[in-house]
Structures are given as structure tokens and as C-alpha cells.
């Protein structure tokens, strides 16, 4: 991998690492699919995501991330809800619908699936790995990212077998 000199960051500062090189090396480190979803006043919507982390089990909290480039993203904040829905490793097809594969509108995505609801009203994937209904606590912007910790309210599972990972960008199933 080659290193770039005298590349400059988002406030113009140097930096040793570019986001194309930070991006290739990220590329290597395997992520659990999910699909994090909303709705509420402000709409429906899912996002195919690997940003998601466990910060606390009392009270069980965890972080997700979302690119900022996309203004429906701060639908999750108004909503005040989401839900994290891990796929199973047959679920490629929802991963790269909710990735924007396709160009489908977000009617057509959510028609790939069979949805319920747990507590928050979030839509929740029959058939995922695991589940994850979350109650918005907090969203901090960060550089090109929303951080959002979601306090978890309800869990569901349904689903063994093999999960769905992301690794040398491609799915793979484990």
C-alpha cells in the first residue's frame, strides 16, 4: 500500500492518511451486514450498514453510524427511533437494495422483506439474524458521519445459521 505525502483533511490540517488509503485498509476488516431502519413523522427509511457497536449492557446501548451525504439520514433523528436488523447470510439481496443497488425507491426495498414492529415502531425484518429496536438518546455529527447511540428497548431473534459479513468489498456468508 503506498503512503501519500502532504495530503490535507477536511479542516486543511496535514495528514498522514488519505481517505482513499483509509478507505482500502478499512476494506480489510470483515463487518456484519445490518440494515438500520426508521419511521415516524419524518418517513421511512433503511440504510445498509456495518457501523454498528456495542457501547454498554446497563443500559444496553449501542452506536451506529450514517454517511451524512444523504439528508433523508437525519429522518432517524426526527423519528427519534431505529431498529438494527442483522442479516443472514441469504439476505444479500436486501443488503444491496438498502446499499442503493438498483436505484430502487424505498417502497420497493422495503417490499423485499416481510417488517414488523417491536416497541419504538421501527420497521423489524422477519427472518434476520437478530434485532435490535433502539430508542434514539443522542446523534452527534462527526466529520462526514451521523453517531447516533440508540438505548436498546427490544431484541428479537429469529434466524441461525449463517450470518452475512462484508469483507474485501464483497458479501460473504459465515
Not at 13 to 30: H, L, T
Not at 86 to 107: H, K, N, P, V
Amino acid at each position: 500500500m503506498e503512503r501519500r505525502a502532504n495530503v490535507l483533511d477536511r479542516t486543511g490540517r496535514p495528514s498522514a492518511v488519505s481517505p482513499r488509503d483509509y478507505r482500502d485498509a478499512m476494506s480489510r476488516f470483515a463487518g456484519a451486514v445490518h440494515v438500520v431502519t426508521t419511521d415516524g413523522a419524518a418517513g421511512r427509511r433503511g440504510v445498509t450498514v456495518l457501523a454498528v457497536v456495542s457501547v454498554s449492557d446497563d443500559p444496553p446501548t449501542l452506536v451506529v453510524c450514517l454517511n451524512r451525504n444523504r439528508a433523508e439520514n437525519t429522518w432517524f433523528a426526527e423519528n427519534g427511533c431505529f431498529a438494527i436488523n442483522t442479516l443472514c447470510g441469504d439476505q444479500i439481496d436486501l443488503a444491496r437494495a438498502f446499499a442503493g443497488e438498483g436505484g430502487l425507491t424505498m417502497d420497493r426495498r422495503f417490499a423485499l422483506g416481510r417488517w414488523s414492529r417491536l416497541v419504538t415502531g421501527a420497521p423489524v425484518l422477519e427472518g434476520a439474524r437478530m434485532v435490535l429496536d433502539c430508542r434514539l438518546v443522542d446523534v452527534r455529527p462527526v466529520h462526514t458521519h451521523y453517531v447516533m447511540f440508540g438505548e436498546v428497548v427490544g431484541v428479537g431473534a429469529s434466524a441461525r445459521g449463517a450470518a452475512l459479513l462484508y469483507l474485501d468489498r464483497d458479501y460473504r456468508s459465515l
